[in-house]
């Protein structure tokens, strides 16, 4: 039996019935976004980087002319705002005084850490991956369990996060003046497809790389699992709300990432991680159930030993 790891596992099924999207979208090539940080012109009372994603254009000169337009209108405040090409990895820097060259330099080099942080985890999945199958092979052969028990039959549908969570709260900017107004929102745009890579170092300059927006969620995911995930291998991919604050470091707090659904990009190692969470919260639920069955317990106890000491007196 072939042991099934990173390397060899089938993709996640596509979506049946409809074309995938291509990976370079029509007419969408650079994108407006607003950035903050602790220097920066737009502060965070966190001191870490954040980003907000006004628009999608296929020109810089289009983007520019909307920013300036809603501006204008008093629909969007008139912290600064800057044109990226998307499929490019940005820096968020923490002061003004970051030259291009630093940040080109910055964005290689947490890109490559990235990369080897991701091979180590990779590595150290299939060892463990590698390990649980011979448990179960041996568990099969004596007869604990059968050959086939431990492969989920049923796999779940793929599911992306609505990225990490952020608000706007976390920004000093947090006043109606601060929001993106309805009229300044872009129509068919609402959701945007996008990566993230922490800066662990002290400066805290964490990076974002934008792909491409959907009127509907569900679009957005389509194009992430059935599209962007094959150029994309080694960076974990999300969907989010556009025109709101996004803080990345978010995503790298303690339990965030078992917080948010999930999708793996093979097909049996996501079934069979997603049948080992699923597990985890069918324990976890049983457990509140039992806490909660017992503090009912006590109480009504309570409540009996109130009434016979109160016919006693």
Known sequence: MLAVNTENAARTSRAEGVEPYPLHLPNQSCALVQIAHKDLHCSTK?????????????AASKAKKHFKKCVKRGLVSGLPAFVVSLFE???????????????????????????????????????????????????AKS??????????????????????????????DDDDEAEVKRDAEIRNQRF????????????????????????????AKRYVNDTLSDHE???HLFVCDMYEWLFPYTIAQPGMMKKIPFSYHHEQLNAYMQNKVQQKEKVAAFKRAMAEREKDKQEREAEAQGTVESKES
């Open 46 to 58: 966190s001191g870490r980087a954040g980003l907000r994603v006004l628009g999608i254009f296929d």
């Open 89 to 139: 990895t940005n820096v968020i820097p923490s002061c003004k005084e970051r030259s291009v060259e630093y940040l080109a330099e910055k964005a290689e080099r947490l890109q490559s850490e990235y990369a080897e942080k991701m091979k180590k985890k990779k590595a150290l999945f299939d060892e463990n991956l590698e390990k649980r199958r011979e448990i179960r092979d041996e568990e």
């Open 143 to 172: 007869g604990a369990r059968k050959p086939d028990e431990w492969t989920p039959k049923n796999k779940e549908a793929p599911k992306l996060p609505p990225a990490a969570e952020a608000s706007g709260s976390d920004s000093d």
């Open 192 to 219: 945007v497809a996008l990566s993230v890579l922490i800066d662990d170092g002290p400066e805290q300059e964490d990076a974002f790389t934008l792909y491409g927006c959907f009127d509907r969620e569900s679009d």
């Open 233 to 235: 291998e080694q960076r």
